[in-house]
Structures are given as structure tokens and as C-alpha cells.
């Protein structure tokens, strides 16, 4: 599958040096000191990956109010137009990748921030 081996690919270019500290959930109302505790947690080192029903830019203003998103990050959507031919989504999602590698080139690995969509995944 060309779509699973491009996935797994990004992914490991992507997830390098990782390690997962700890898992938690935000809801949409915040609860006092979340950005604040959040900020901290970042300034000590610790990496954020946030999975979400949420729709893309419902999880964006979530990811700002609560500091998860730095407001200097250079934020890449990925998301698939499910409308495309069979035979363009396999180079659409090459190109994707290709362009959200370029575009966290010039940024700190704490300052890189990945919205993935659904429809990318699925």
C-alpha cells in the first residue's frame, strides 16, 4: 500500500527522539492554569502531540487558548480533498509532506506544529 509506506515514512522522519511523558485530555472550556501549567511543562522540555475529534479549527483555538500551540509555531495543516481522482491522492499526499518538511526547515523542532486531518489519515 503506497499511502501506508508514505505515512510510515513521514513518520518516521517526523518522530525522531521521541518520548511519550504522559497523556491528557482538554476540553473546551479551560480550567484555571491550564496555558500557565502548559507554558512550564513546554519551557521544561516536554513535546505535546494532541489527538482530537475536534474539527480542525476548533482544534486550533483550543491549541492557542491553551498554549499547546505557541503563538510563534509555524503550524502545517495536512488535509486530503477526498474529491481527487484515485490515481492524484497517493501525489497529493507526497506533496503534503513534502511541503510541510520544507516549511518546518527553518524551525525549531519545539516551535513545529502538525494538524493532521481525518480524511488525511483515513
Same mark, same amino acid.
Given at each position: 500500500d503506497d499511502?501506508?509506506?508514505l505515512l510510515s515514512s513521514a513518520a518516521e522522519e517526523i518522530e525522531v527522539d521521541m518520548e511519550v511523558v504522559?497523556?491528557?485530555a482538554i476540553? #473546551?472550556?479551560l480550567q484555571d492554569f491550564v496555558p500557565e501549567t502548559i507554558q512550564k511543562?513546554?519551557?521544561a522540555g516536554i513535546k505535546f502531540w494532541?489527538?482530537?475529534g475536534d474539527k480542525l479549527e476548533t482544534a486550533r483555538n483550543i491549541g492557542y487558548s491553551s498554549r499547546v500551540i505557541p503563538t510563534q509555531a509555524c503550524?502545517? #495543516?495536512l488535509d486530503l480533498d477526498l474529491s481527487l481522482p484515485a490515481d492524484r491522492i497517493l501525489s497529493s499526499?507526497?506533496?503534503s509532506l513534502e511541503d510541510a518538511l520544507a516549511r518546518f526547515e527553518p524551525y525549531d523542532s519545539t516551535m513545529r506544529v502538525l494538524?493532521?486531518?481525518g480524511a488525511f489519515l483515513g
Open positions: 499511502r501506508g509506506q504522559g497523556i491528557t476540553e #473546551d472550556k511543562l513546554r519551557q494532541v489527538l482530537t503550524v502545517v #495543516d499526499i507526497g506533496h494538524m493532521i486531518t
